[in-house]
């Protein structure tokens, strides 16, 4: 099975021979390359995974790779093996916008670490085929909160390590009383991974809503607003605001700038916050106001492209008239 980065076109064609039995040959012509650099794995089915023919997908002729270590916090054994996904976001020195993005999952598995304060799984991931520029690494595991690096200088060529941790908020436990059609008033508990009232051992729990303005100056609740904090260090924390505009994020105590952005319709809005030691602060709450920029759909280039084309078609049609009633 072809991965579905890669595109068909209509001159793709498949050619499948042998020339030894039990020995194929696949051999795939006029791909579309995949837009986002890595490893891909072609999956054919009776020859077990670990058989897999795999192609690196690469930006330049001279790729740098990124090995990036994820620790999921106070989630460690071999009972809790989670997967997730690493994303590379970057600028060549043209200006010219690369992501590179890896799986990971049990496979990746490299042990754990027990060491006070860090305790966590650790996985290994690989980001192959970047060019040369400037990225951040952003570690992302369904049930965690995503983590962030700070940006880094990658050269042609070059490797370069990326540690990320992620933080796994407890569960949320809220007893509600509900009415029976059938019986006398009654009580269920309803769990679920959301908002935390605290966070685990030594880590900050940050909580806080992110509102908005409308046109007409009403303050209203903005979901799916990125919300960042980044510590005096460098230590990038990372999380979205929910469907309500609440959001929680744990992180190490410390000194960390906020950050809530919802680009490119509203202009961001920060905060400078200390946060002791298994501290919960609540109510850091953060007003968006509109930037005024427009919401760019299409490129400019496309845009002008289809303005051309629409402007000779709509001559056509003109013509064609003009010859039918002569």
Known sequence: MIPPEFGWLASTRQVVWTDVQGIYHVRFSNLRAPDIAGLYVFKIPGIGEGNYPILLVKDELNPAWVEVTVRTHNAMGTGIIVSGVVTATGTTPEERSVMGKAYWGPNDFVGTSTTPGEVGNLYRIYLFGLPAGTYEIRAEAPGFSAAMSKQFPLYAGQSYQVDLVVFRPPIFTQTSSVIS????????????????????????????????YDMYGNLRRLPWALVTATSVGGGIAATSSTTDGTYALCVPPGTYNVIASSDPGFTPQSKMVTFSLGAMVTGIDFQLQPSGKPIPEYPAPFISALLIIAMIAAAIMIRRRRLANS
């Open 181 to 212: 059609t059938t019986t006398a008033l009654t009580t269920r508990t309803i769990s679920a991974l959301l908002a935390p009232p605290s966070c685990e051992g030594i880590i900050s729990d940050i909580r806080g809503t992110v509102y908005w």
